[in-house]
């Protein structure tokens, strides 16, 4: 399968992301789209309850943030877009976010799965899917009541999203010590040993 000059010169160009006006990563995408800069805004599925009613809406998994992948040229006008506030930068320069991380949380999204935003883990025992929708995906391993989750980290933002796994169809790729974590449950002392 030959890759076109269009793609192969967009995997060049680095990943970013930026941090956009509240409720507004729909407009913020779609005015980028426009502009011509290729973006990724995954999305999950939740069911919102009002007193009289129930509604199925889609919500950002990474709130307040949009991807894009754009070349210098392209920063200041993206800087100029209405919503868009800064791009997450570290030591003043747009922090690149690794394509393997946004390959990641594509094939996760894309998938079908029940996914959901998840608190940010630095620590537990990585893991590897063997097979099925998310084979070779790679993330941490974590325990949640009675069910698995895999959860997928993207680091310059300090944010991660959640899956529901089955135990049996990961292997792991290292461990560490248990890791407590106070999201889990509302519960200070839940421990998440593998």
Known sequence: MAISPENAINSLVPWYAIYTRHQHERVTANSLERSGVEV??????TVRKWSDRKKR???????CYVFLRCGFERRVRVLTLPGVH???SFSDEPARIPESEIAAIRTVVQSGIPVEPHPFLQNGDRVRVKSGPLADVEGIFVRRKNSYRLVLSCGILGKSVSVEVDAFNVHRLSSSPSVLLSDMRGDSNQSLAG
């Not at 809406?57 to 990474?62: D, V």
């Open 57 to 63: 809406i889609s919500l950002p998994l990474f709130p």
């Open 40 to 45: 990724f805004l995954p999305l999950y599925e």
């Open 86 to 88: 800064f791009f997450v």
